[in-house]
């Protein structure tokens, strides 16, 4: 039975029955979108299905927790950037941004940004999953990562150019956006969720080099996760070796990385007092390979060294349910049953 004290017992570094199954990140699946008879584009437009939706799918397949949101969209959307959601579509398409701004000076922050978009939405479905967990299931929340909220409200191109060109241009804009990201942090943490992830994907080796990550993303995720204070945890996607001695001063409590880590080299790096979370491909291991093939995935990240087994990113919502029930049954068996110290 899915427990929310393995999760908590976990954060606070205490002895465990079997090992929690969790993530930072949403873990939203059909199966359940199924079970409540709407389109998948309805689960975003609407607080009770968020939260019914999180709830179904933790049931269905025993997770320890629940987190929402499912899209990162929604802090550009109460920026003021349009949003599309894709009702139309026969297709698994999350809602994404679909104007941005072209000028890093026109970027701002509405005073009363947790009351515009669907973040007050948010608001409800996360009071919604709390009231209703109770012992259950943990309650986790995310944010977006200054940078990577930046390239949400600002052209892509144009803030890969600034910053090998020009990164004075989108410093004040970097740092407008870190305080709202700490804003955000605050605010769930203040409602009362078990943990926070920054997700700071778009700060990846493949887009960021270790020289700009260093100067321009480092100080402000250090200025972000000083001002939180409940465990929290920093997740980057894509390849992240050359960057993981730098994300290891952040202040995170654990890094969440994905299958481009090369976690037993990360592991050796960063020493065994270090957190890490990852790193399977969700989308390889549960959509497209037979379950027969799933255990070998599992047991990999475990024997290379991570302190919980986490899904590289979103678990995509077309898993299969067989894959899904034996990723979470090699990790009830395998997995950790504590780490080396508390995340509080």
């Not at 804009?173 to 700071?200: F, N």
């Amino acid at each position: 039975m899915a427990d929310r004290k393995r999760v908590t017992k976990y954060l606070h570094g205490e002895p465990l029955d079997v090992a929690p199954c969790f993530s930072g990140m949403g873990m939203l699946t059909a199966d359940a979108i199924r079970g409540l008879q709407v389109h998948f584009s309805q689960v975003h437009r609407s607080a009770e299905l968020m939260a019914r939706s999180a709830l179904a799918t933790a049931e269905l397949f025993d997770f320890d927790a629940v987190v929402l949101p499912y899209d990162v969209c929604v802090m550009a959307e109460a920026m003021g950037r349009k949003i599309d959601f894709y009702e139309n579509s026969d297709e698994i398409v999350f809602p994404s941004v679909i104007s941005k701004w072209s000028d890093p000076d026109e970027v701002e922050v509405p005073g009363n940004v947790f009351e515009r978009g669907r973040l007050s939405m948010l608001d409800r479905a996360l009071r919604t999953l709390i009231a209703r967990s109770a012992d259950r299931f943990a309650v986790g929340t995310w944010v977006l990562g200054p940078f990577t909220l930046a390239g949400q409200v600002y052209e892509v191109g144009l803030l890969l150019r600034d910053l090998v060109r020009d990164p004075a241009r989108v410093e004040p804009m970097l740092d407008k956006l870190t305080d709202l990201t700490i804003e955000a942090a605050l605010h769930y943490q203040s409602m009362g969720v078990d943990y926070i992830t920054v997700r700071e994907m778009g700060s990846c080796s493949d887009l960021v080099s270790p020289r700009v990550w260093k100067t321009l993303i480092l100080p402000r995720l250090q200025r972000v996760f000083a001002a939180i204070g409940i465990p929290k945890f920093l997740h980057i996607c894509g390849s992240t070796n050359m960057i993981m001695a730098m994300m290891n001063e952040c202040g995170a409590d654990g890094l969440s990385v994905d299958q481009k880590n090369d976690i037993a080299r990360s592991r050796r790096e960063l020493g065994s007092r270090a957190v890490i979370f990852g790193n399977f491909d969700p989308y390889r291991t549960l959509v497209q390979i037979d379950r027969s093939e799933v255990a070998a995935v599992i047991r990999k990240c475990i024997d290379d060294g991570v302190d919980a087994v986490w899904p590289g990113c979103d678990v995509w919502p077309a898993a299969k349910g067989d894959n899904v029930r034996e990723y979470v049954r090699v990790v009830r068996k395998y997995g950790a049953l504590r780490v080396s110290r508390s995340f509080q």
